[in-house]
């Protein structure tokens, strides 16, 4: 059965303290990771799709790696606008939809 | 472009009645998904259709939902008779096979 596991739950940083988030997959035939952001009341945001181990996608502050077993999010010198829920999902072979993590839950307090 | 379009945004009603939750794609957007959201488990794909049609309904909790996308810019999500573990956020999100999906801004269903 494909499954996705996001890590920590939740993550508490002080503006400018660098860290990882953890997305760890079993999927047969992975067609594609995908990274999204969601804010309080609003629906996920797309940030990137990841389709080979070893494929590294950067946008601002936030870098996504790709493994064959796992997606990591990296955040460089955060700022609290970066606060939100970070989702990860991923795409099987036969499957048009994505299976989404629970998400990991970002605050960086100034 | 506006975005997917979900209304309402906050749906209150009591136990039994029907609540019908809509949802407009985008435009040329060829692919369409029904998902809930909870605390307790995450994003969870209801159904989604491709060209109009619905192509996996597996995540459809009972018989009492129903789905239907009559048109390339339109579709519905029904629950009836509602029951108060419907209660969710309800998202709706469009697709051209590219990069990603869109999602709308959802609805708040509270069953009382």
């Known amino acids: 059965e494909d499954q996705v596991t996001q890590s920590p739950e939740a993550l508490r940083l002080q503006e400018g303290e660098s860290s990882s988030l953890n997305c760890s997959y079993t999927v047969s035939g992975l067609r594609g990771l995908f990274w999204y952001r969601q804010d309080p009341g609003k629906g996920p945001e797309f940030l990137f799709t990841l389709y080979s181990a070893g494929e590294e996608k950067e946008k601002e502050r936030l870098k996504a790696t790709l493994t064959k077993k796992e997606s990591f999010l990296h955040i460089t010198a955060p700022k609290p606008e970066d606060s939100a829920t970070y989702l990860c999902a991923i795409q099987g072979g036969s499957q048009g939809n994505l299976i989404f993590g629970k998400g990991t839950k970002l605050s960086v307090k100034p | 472009d506006a975005g997917v379009i979900q209304s309402p945004r906050h749906e209150v009603t009591e136990m039994g009645q029907e609540v019908t939750l809509r949802c407009k794609p985008i435009s040329g957007h060829n692919s369409l998904f029904w998902y809930r959201q909870t605390m307790m488990r995450g994003l969870e794909l209801l159904i989604y259709f491709n060209n109009n049609v619905p192509i996996d309904d597996s995540g459809m909790p009972e018989d009492r939902f129903s789905a239907k996308m009559p048109n390339a810019s339109f579709s519905t999500l029904k629950i009836q008779p509602s029951e108060p573990r419907d209660s969710a956020v309800y998202f709706c999100?469009?697709?051209?096979?590219?990069?990603?999906?869109?999602f709308g801004s959802g609805t708040r269903l509270t069953v009382v």
């Open positions: 999100a469009s697709s051209s096979g590219e990069d990603g999906y869109t």
